[in-house]
């Protein structure tokens, strides 16, 4: 658990890490100003785009080596990203830390599911996962900031290397998984086409937080998204074995909890962008200051990730979800009032650090929903949608409440943050009332495998 734990938390900081560096980096490397989103861009592809993909490769031909792969990947990329020379060697450098987040990601998060069977021991090992990787993103803009203030950049990159090496030389010594069994021919065509995708989704989207919605390098290639998931539909019908077993997918967990992650990643790390620009543009903070005082974010996600586990065992998942997202969206609502004096800070770390517990409970809630009754064979698969909602949710959300915020309402930001942020806050609630109405779990656990409890009594 130390091992998968420190991978995901350390991937979870790369999402954010370089945000507040990028104008430094474009002015050592010599990046054009519209050529800086690529930094942040091509990372978000590749680990959104690739991870469906890869999660099912775990389930074929092994998580501990695909985890294993991935995690050396992670290494040589951020080393080469470290020693970038100029852009484009940055970019393929980010290139090769989102690939290595699609791989690494769905791969621990299948050895957690296999390594616990389906109960109290695996809500709390979901429950650390997502705490850290929650704390993760968080500190990755804490983290960025101080680095590029006192050393530089490039240390985001460089403190990569030292973790990935650290975990190569002690998990092949650690992790154990349960044999596999047969091993079906991977689905070429639907691995293709919902890769092209998911990269041509997240594309789209992100294109809209900087373009606009309206423009056709937005909505071209979410229309052509669209398309190719009905594609990918019918090619699912049709093949002997498929990427997604239909079977997977009308499963009410993984439609449902899905979505409820997809909600839930994309109103909270969106807010916290919004916050971001409500204290630096509208009460004047640092960066550094603003950065420090989202922490209690944080520290709200990382407590919020221990209660979750005792909050599912006294009621259920799905209780957990819509508890989550309501106490968010309560939270949430009274930032929508925000006025423009300092005076306001402090009830802003009160709301956000009991947002952040809430957030934390409904995430852990989802993902516990989201692999309940899967099949072992397909728990790469159940872990990789679940990678991917909560990676959709991170493209989707900021570039929507960016557009809400600085394009729609008002021509200063105050009021335009005060929408958005009510905006957020409906988003949340509306999402707890869907959950409540339409997610049902199983009606009782399915046995443990057989290899289960050996590998996690190895693993204690």
């Not at 091992?3 to 050592?28: K, Y």
């Not at 804490?142 to 490039?154: E, I, K, N, Q």
């Not at 005082?293 to 586990?309: E, K, N, Q, R, S």
Request: positive net charge; aromatic residues 8%.
């Amino acid at each position: 658990m130390a091992v998968l734990l420190t991978a995901n938390f350390t991937l979870a900081v790369d999402f954010s890490i370089l945000n507040v560096a990028l104008p430094h980096i474009g002015t050592e490397l010599g990046f054009t100003t519209s050529a800086l989103q690529w930094i942040v861009t091509s990372f978000a592809l590749c680990a959104a785009g690739f991870t469906l993909f890869f999660g099912r490769v775990a389930d074929l031909f092994g998580r501990k080596r695909l985890f294993m792969i991935g995690i050396v990947l992670l290494g040589v990329s951020s080393l080469a990203g470290g020693l970038a020379s100029e852009p484009a060697l940055l970019i393929a450098a980010r290139v090769g830390q989102g690939t290595a987040t699609a791989m690494v990601t769905p791969a621990a998060l299948s050895l957690m599911t296999t390594m616990f069977p389906e109960g109290p021991a695996r809500s709390r090992a979901l429950g650390l996962n997502g705490a850290l990787m929650a704390a993760g993103f968080t500190a990755g803009a804490v983290l960025g900031g101080l680095l590029t203030g006192v050393v530089s950049w490039r240390w985001a990159f460089f403190i990569n290397v030292a973790v990935a090496a650290a975990v190569v030389l002690v998990a092949p010594f650690v992790l154990r998984e349960p044999a596999r069994g047969h091993r079906p021919a991977l689905d070429v065509p639907g691995a293709i086409t919902i890769t092209v995708a998911l990269v041509a989704l997240v594309f789209g989207i992100d294109n809209a937080g900087h373009d606009g919605w309206t423009r056709p390098g937005t909505w071209g290639p979410v229309l052509g998204a669209l398309i190719l998931f009905a594609v990918f539909l019918k090619i699912e019908s049709r093949v002997r074995e498929p990427l997604v077993a239909p079977s997977l997918l009308t499963r009410r967990t993984i439609g449902w909890g899905n979505t409820a992650g997809l909600l839930a990643f994309g109103t909270f790390t969106s807010l916290v962008f919004l916050l971001t620009l409500y204290l630096q543009e509208v009460l004047g903070y640092t960066a550094i200051a603003a950065g420090l005082a989202l922490a209690v974010l944080g520290i709200g996600t990382v407590l919020g990730g221990l209660i979750a586990p005792k909050i599912i065992g006294r009621t259920d998942a799905r209780t957990a979800i819509v508890l989550g997202l309501t106490v968010q969206a309560a939270a949430t609502v009274p930032l929508a009032f925000a006025g423009d004096t300092r005076g306001w800070l402090l009830p802003l770390l009160i709301l956000t650090f009991v947002g952040g517990v809430a957030n934390l409970v409904a995430i852990v809630g989802y993902a516990v929903a989201s692999t309940a009754g899967v099949p072992s064979d397909q728990h790469g698969l159940a872990t990789g949608l679940v990678t991917m909602s909560q990676q959709v949710g991170i493209a989707l959300g900021t570039p929507v409440m960016s557009a809400l915020a600085t394009g729609l309402v008002a021509a200063t930001l105050l009021p335009g943050l005060r929408f958005a942020i009510g905006v957020n806050a409906a988003i949340a609630f509306a999402a707890a009332i869907l959950v409540a109405v339409f997610l049902r779990l199983p009606t009782a656990p399915p046995a443990a495998e057989p290899t289960a409890e050996p590998t996690a009594a190895g693993a204690a």
